[in-house]
Nanobody
Framework: QVQLVESGGGLVQAGGSLRLSCAAS????????MGWYRQAPGSQRELVAA???????NYADSVKGRFTISRDNAKNTVDLQMNSLKCEDTAVYYC??????????????WGQGTQVTVSS
C-alpha cells in the first residue's frame, strides 16, 4: 500500500509565504511525475505545479514566479515553496504522484489534502 502525506498548510496573510511538503511511503519501486494540485470551493481541481523525476518543472500561469516545486528522489518527497501569496491562492492543496509498487505499472496516488488560507 502506498500513502502520500502532506504537511505545511495553514493561515497566512497576503504577501506571506508557506512551504508544503509531501512524503510518499509504503511499497515503492519507482516514482515518476510528482505534482501539486489545488481546489477552491466551487471550483475544479487544478494543476499548480509538476516535476518529473529528472527535475523538469511545469507551473500554472497564475503561480509562475511565485511558487517553486522541488523533489528529493532519495526521500520520496516533493515540496512546494509558495511566496507572495494572494487571497486567490486559498484552496485545499493536494499532492499527487505516479508510483510503481511492483512491476512496470504506474498508478496515480493522491494525498489527503492540506488547507491553505490567505487572508487580506
Amino acid at each position: 500500500q502506498v500513502q502520500l502525506v502532506e504537511s505545511g498548510g495553514g493561515l497566512v496573510q497576503a504577501g506571506g509565504s508557506l512551504r508544503l511538503s509531501c512524503a510518499a511511503s509504503g511499497i515503492i519501486r519507482s516514482i515518476n511525475d510528482m505534482g501539486w494540485y489545488r481546489q477552491a470551493p466551487g471550483s475544479q481541481r487544478e494543476l499548480v505545479a509538476a516535476i518529473t523525476r529528472g527535475g523538469s518543472t511545469n507551473y500554472a500561469d497564475s503561480v509562475k514566479g511565485r511558487f517553486t516545486i522541488s523533489r528529493d528522489n532519495a526521500k520520496n518527497t516533493v515540496d512546494l515553496q509558495m511566496n507572495s501569496l494572494k487571497c486567490e491562492d486559498t484552496a485545499v492543496y493536494y499532492c499527487k504522484a505516479k508510483i510503481s509498487s511492483r512491476g512496470l505499472t504506474y498508478n496515480d496516488y493522491w494525498g489527503q489534502g492540506t488547507q491553505v488560507t490567505v487572508s487580506s
